[in-house]
């Protein structure tokens, strides 16, 4: 639902305008001299921490089904592992690099 304003409507509500834009989802175009010039509108939703788990997994599958993409991660690649195994053979044996 959009709702048109005065400037000077605007300016004494501004408050009650966002909070209403922001909670609410309202838009508002306020006007200036019979033309509207401004637009309030809410901004993009903040995704829950279980949509971005739902898209991850989508990405996942997307990939999974493609065989370019071996490793997820760095720490997955047999480099990796070797240097990891090095290190902490060297860390054992009191070598700290």
């Known amino acids: 639902m959009n709702t048109t304003l005065s400037a ?3 300016r ?15 838009e508002f175009t306020i006007e200036k ?4 010039t401004v637009r309030l509108i809410p901004g993009e939703k903040k995704k829950s921490p279980e949509e971005i788990d739902k898209i991850i997994a989508d990405v996942q599958k997307i ?9 997820w991660s760095v720490i997955e690649t ?3 592992k070797k240097k990891e195994r090095k290190y902490l053979e060297n860390l054992s044996k009191g070598i700290i690099r």
């Open 33 to 36: 001299e019979g033309k509207g």
């Open 8 to 10: 000077t409507e605007a």
């Open 78 to 80: 047999p480099a990796w």
């Open 63 to 71: 990939y999974a089904k493609s065989k370019k993409r071996k490793y």
């Open 12 to 26: 004494n509500r501004f408050f009650e305008l966002l909070d209403r834009t922001i909670y609410k989802g309202e």
